[in-house]
């Protein structure tokens, strides 16, 4: 029996092709391939479920969206029956986090993907949502993301994945969806408002100039309302440009206030006269002369990331030592860590209330970003061993020596007793883990979720989105605990 007649009981061939007498065999001319046949139809009706992998992602996505979430919420704004009927919510939500789970953030690439990637035809059920719906409804079910992540949450602390013993506090820079080229700073805005109405007024008295004249050759009758395209451009900088100014002037006027409420608070005034003098500070206030806006999204802020400066939002988390767990996230415009402690916190112990968890962490770990006297004062109030790292020793406090410090005198400030706990043998073991529990969940989200670039612009779609990253999170941690066996199936 030859080669090709054994061959063609387990592979469709092809026969060869005739060859001239004499002439030479291309290279590989001898070899037999498989039947090729770009028009083959198929004789029975295909099944995507026949092709995606038992343990594929995507299966585990559809069953925690199946059986394990309420969509109350989503499917709550859709009480009008009014116009054409939308995406199933379902639909939408697996592909949304399929998507966010492998990387995929952009509305456009993922419906690309609903075309050509069978794990998320399977998922839209061989639907092809077009990116403008993809986007919308990323958008519009912003108020629906906490309440999910805190489903999840429970649902990551029934199957055992919160321990609770040691919890980090974290932030990561995540970069803005605006250009660095698209600002300007306050010592420009102002000249160029004066710019931009020098030229508008002279575009308008050119434009009547030219109404009068043709009036006279053509007559009361035409048209005079028409804007030319350079006045329009013009008139449009102009609100941006006010806009901008107004808000860097308010939130100068909002940090003087905040400064003069300190300060009164601390001479002990009487209301009225801290009132009068905050009304001061906000009338004197000046915005800083390098002061910015930016234009594509103005609630964005220059932060110092990786990449150097550039606008970006501050991403706050509480991360769980057992499996990584995120408890809580925030996104805030603050380019420091040292005002989220207190918020943190607070919100960690709402959500593990929420998520019928009645335990407290043990151990709370912070980095060097978070020590101030509010913060370690906040501490002592926790039901919880606090470790703020506290930085450099200052003038004038006494920090004990690693290894074997000494007892804590009794006139000791909050953070030199802070500096003790610290340099006490379990103290530096507890430290010691804060970068091995925190770090990896936000490089994890940033390598495989690409959360380190947002896509939707503004406060609350930063926050929104970062949720979106945390809950992807969260479920791609159950799902390797479930297939390891460490958690119920």
């Given at each position: 029996m030859t080669v090709t007649a054994s061959l063609e009981g387990l592979f469709e061939v092809e026969p060869g092709e005739a060859r001239a007498p004499g002439s030479a065999a291309p290279a590989g001319a001898g070899k037999t391939f498989r039947g090729y046949d770009q028009g083959q139809?198929?004789?029975?009706?295909?099944?995507?479920?026949?092709?995606?992998?038992?343990?594929?992602?995507?299966?585990?996505?559809?069953?925690?969206?199946?059986?394990?979430?309420?969509?109350?919420?989503?499917?709550?704004?859709?009480?009008?029956?009014?116009?054409?009927?939308?995406?199933?919510?379902?639909?939408?939500?697996?592909?949304?986090?399929?998507?966010?789970?492998?990387?995929?953030?952009?509305?456009?690439?993922?419906?690309?993907?609903?075309?050509?990637?069978?794990?998320?035809?399977?998922?839209?059920?061989?639907?092809?949502?077009?990116?403008?719906?993809?986007?919308?409804?990323?958008?519009?079910?912003?108020?629906?993301?906490?309440?999910?992540?805190?489903?999840?949450?429970?649902?990551?602390?029934?199957?055992?994945?919160?321990?609770?013993?040691?919890?980090?506090?974290?932030?990561?820079?995540?970069?803005?969806?605006?250009?660095?080229?698209?600002?300007?700073?306050?010592?420009?805005?102002?000249?160029?408002?004066?710019?931009?109405?020098?030229?508008?007024?002279?575009?308008?008295?050119?434009?009547?100039a030219v109404d009068e004249a043709e009036d006279q050759q053509f007559g009361q009758d035409r048209r005079g309302d028409e804007v030319a395209p350079e006045l329009a451009r013009r008139e449009g900088r102009l609100v941006k440009l006010r806009a901008a100014k107004d808000a860097i002037e308010a939130d100068a006027a909002e940090k003087a206030a905040a400064v003069a409420r300190k300060k009164a608070d601390a001479a002990g005034q009487p209301p009225e006269q801290a009132d009068a003098a905050v009304a001061t500070a906000v009338d004197k206030a000046v915005p800083k002369p390098k002061a910015q806006r930016n234009f594509t999204d103005p609630e964005a802020r220059m932060m110092k990331t990786v990449r150097g400066f550039d606008y970006a939002f501050n991403a706050q988390a509480v991360v769980d030592e057992g499996h990584q767990i995120v408890l809580s996230a925030e996104v805030t415009q603050q380019a420091t860590d040292i005002q989220q402690f207190v918020p943190m916190a607070e919100q960690t112990l709402r959500n593990l209330d929420a998520a019928g968890i009645d335990r407290s962490p043990e151990v709370v770990l912070a980095d060097a970003g978070y020590c101030s006297e509010a913060n370690l004062e906040a501490a002592d109030d926790l039901d919880a061993q606090v470790l703020i790292a506290t930085g450099r020793q200052r003038h004038g406090e006494s920090f004990p020596t690693v290894g074997a410090p000494d007892p804590v005198p009794e006139d000791a400030s909050r953070r030199e007793r802070m500096a003790h706990a610290l340099r006490t043998e379990q103290g530096r073991a507890d430290y010691a883990r804060r970068k091995a529990i925190v770090e990896p969940a936000f490089g994890q989200m940033k390598t495989r979720q690409n959360a380190g670039q947002l896509r939707l612009r503004g406060l609350a779609g930063a926050q929104g989105e970062w949720l979106l990253h945390t809950i992807c999170h969260n479920l791609r941690k159950l799902r390797v605990a479930t297939a390891a066996g460490l958690a119920p199936a």
């Open positions: 139809c198929f004789l029975l009706p295909p099944s995507l479920d026949d092709w995606l992998d038992e343990d594929d992602e995507a299966r585990f996505i559809s069953e925690v969206v199946e059986e394990l979430l309420d969509l109350t919420p989503v499917y709550a704004s859709y009480a009008s029956v009014s116009g054409a009927p939308p995406y199933d919510p379902r639909m939408m939500l697996k592909l949304l986090l399929f998507a966010y789970a492998t990387g995929v953030t952009s509305s456009r690439e993922l419906e690309r993907r609903c075309k050509r990637d069978i794990a998320f035809r399977w998922l839209s059920g061989n639907q092809a949502p077009d990116y403008r719906s993809l986007a919308r409804f990323r958008r519009r079910h912003l108020d629906a993301l906490p309440g999910l992540f805190l489903q999840v949450l429970r649902v990551c602390a029934e199957a055992g994945l919160v321990r609770l013993g040691r919890v980090a506090l974290d932030g990561t820079k995540l970069a803005a969806n605006a250009s660095r080229h698209k600002a300007m700073s306050y010592d420009r805005i102002v000249p160029k408002i004066d710019q931009l109405q020098a030229e508008v007024a002279a575009l308008l008295a050119e434009a009547e």
